[in-house]
Structure formats: C-alpha cells, structure tokens
C-alpha cells in the first residue's frame, strides 16, 4: 500500500459518516474524529500530536460561520485539511534553503538513513536552479563514505572536496568552504559522519561544525520509514544543536506518513526535502499543502 492510503480512507470515512445534511456538531462529529484519530495512531503519529490536531479540528469545525451552500461533509474535509496543512508547517509553498554567499549546507543524521545520497541529490537539485556546488566530505571514520561521495560527485558532474581520513572532520570542512570560495561556488554541501545512533562525539562534532563554518542551513537527514522516531530525532538534533530544518528520506517506501505529519509539531522545524528514491534525481521540495491534497486523496 502507498503512504497515506489508510489515512486517505479513514478520513474518507469520516466524511461520509458527516453526510450531507444538517450542520456540524460535536455529537455528530464524534464518530468521524475517532475513525481519523485511530488511523493518525495508526499513521504513526504521536499521541500528543494527534490529540492536539483532532482537538483544534473540533474547535475550528464548530467555531467556523458555514457559507450558504456548504454541506456539513465539505465543511469537515476543508477543516482537516486545513488543519494538516497547518501541522506540516502552513501553505505557505516550500520551505527555501537559507541564503549565503555562498550558501554553507552542513548535513546531518545517523548512519543508513540517506544523508550522503541527499547531499548528492541536493547538488543536483541546485545545479538544476543554476547553482554551482562544491560537495565536501568529512566522515573520516569511514573510508567508504568518502568514495561513495566522490562517485556521486563524478555521476552528477559535481567536484567533491576531500581530505581523506587523516585530517580532523572539522578542519576538512573548513578547508572546503574555503574552496568553494575559491572556486567561487554558490553553495557548499558539507556530508558530516553518520553515527549508529545519537551520541556525544557526533553532536560535539555537529557543533564545532557549526561554530567553525556558521553554515546557512543545518539540515538534519530523516528516514520516513522510521516513524514518529523520525520526528523525535530532529527535536533531539535541534534541541542540542539547533538546526535549521530536516531533510526526509525514503518517502517512496512502505512508511504510514507519521514522520511526515509529525516532524514540524513535534520539532518546531520545518521539512525542507523529501527523497522519493535512490536516483539523484528523487528530491523534492517538501509542500504541506500539496502533501495535504495526497492524504485527501
Ligand atoms: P547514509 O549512511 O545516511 O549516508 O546513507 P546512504 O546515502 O548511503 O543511503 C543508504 C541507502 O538508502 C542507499 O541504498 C540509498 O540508495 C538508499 N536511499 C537513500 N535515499 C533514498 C530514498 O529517498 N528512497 C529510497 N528508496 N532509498 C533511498
């Protein structure tokens, strides 16, 4: 099943359980707000964020004046899904890398999860808007991540800037930004190590990055599959770190849709990119509305 086709469902449920006649009350909502309330738990969504949505649905639902003409059924659909958009972060379009000259892009996260194929996706996707990129790689605890960056470097016709594993991570990436200005490149994605899981060396390491480099963004790299989990490492990185916003993998996977919908609520941070496969070419620039108008199905 895609992403999101049991939450699409449910919600269609919910809307035919309103109907179309009469207006919109707390009894007749009752029913319809469990159906979507057990498939955002089943979304794997977490507790407090889908007690908070299904709460302001309710008070948004009765609280709105109903235009003429609107059924009951409509009136609910618009107010989830207003609602959704609003939880992944408003409709206000994407959210945008921060500006730079050249723009510095430290990226984040624990190992597996899709960091170095994002920071090779990323140089595409701004070589596309006519950005020239340096890629700089520092995970000198392994050799391996370094060529896999250099070979996606050379595949998408990026440079990748490298001191192989001898150097400190911190004064690598120093000596890349430094290049990219040299070279007089628009942005320099820096891939920093991955880790098992979070641990000290890997958040000291983030933060000596950042206070060296003071990089325009800090994105944190997430794998969708992993749920609520996913929503709860980016208020763990940005709790200690403070990031700017978080890159979301694997989004063409069997995942429910939880990290999606949970990442900005739980986190305070916006999702700035999802990754819909392994080619280069499969990032996207994270909409909410437009993620809202697939769960609407
Ligand atoms: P890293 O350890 O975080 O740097 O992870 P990698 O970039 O090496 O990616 C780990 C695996 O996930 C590789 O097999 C990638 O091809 C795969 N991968 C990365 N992003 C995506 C994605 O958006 N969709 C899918 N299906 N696979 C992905």
């Not at 911190?170 to 994605?189: N, P, T, Y």
């Amino acid at each position: 099943a895609a992403m999101f086709d049991s939450l699409s469902s449910s919600i269609q449920k919910a809307q035919r359980l309103i109907g179309k006649s009469g207006t919109l009350t707390k009894e007749n909502m009752k029913d319809p707000l469990k159906e979507v309330r057990r498939a955002l738990l089943e979304a794997d969504v977490s507790l407090p964020v889908v007690r908070r949505f299904i709460k302001k649905v309710e008070e948004r639902a009765l609280g709105t004046k109903v235009l003429d003409g609107v059924t009951p059924d409509t009136q609910f659909i618009k107010t989830v899904s207003n609602e959704l958009i609003d939880l992944m972060g408003g409709g206000v379009g994407a959210k945008d890398l921060e500006p730079g000259f050249p723009q510095i892009i430290l990226m984040a996260g624990l190992q597996g999860v899709g960091k170095t194929t994002a920071a090779g996706k990323l140089a595409l996707y701004l070589k596309k808007s006519k950005k020239s990129c340096l890629l700089v790689a520092t995970d000198v605890y392994r050799p391996a991540a370094i060529d896999q960056l250099v070979k996606l470097g050379a595949a998408i016709d990026v440079p990748v800037f490298e001191m192989g594993t001898q150097v400190d991570p911190v004064e690598i990436a120093k000596k890349g930004v430094e290049e990219g200005r040299r070279l007089g490149v628009d942005a320099v994605i820096i891939d920093t190590a991955g880790r098992l899981q979070v641990d000290e060396d890997m958040m000291g390491e983030l933060r000596s990055m950042k206070a060296a480099l003071r990089p325009s963004d800090t994105l944190l790299v997430v794998d969708a599959m992993t749920g609520q989990e996913a929503a709860n490492l980016v208020k763990a990185f940005n709790d200690q770190v403070d990031i700017s916003g978080a890159i979301l993998t694997k989004m063409d996977g069997d995942s429910r849709g939880g990290a999606a919908l949970s990442v900005r609520e739980v986190s305070g941070k916006p999702i700035k990119f999802v990754g819909v496969g392994e080619k280069m070419e499969a990032l996207e620039p994270f909409y909410p509305e437009r993620m809202a108008s697939r769960i609407l199905g």
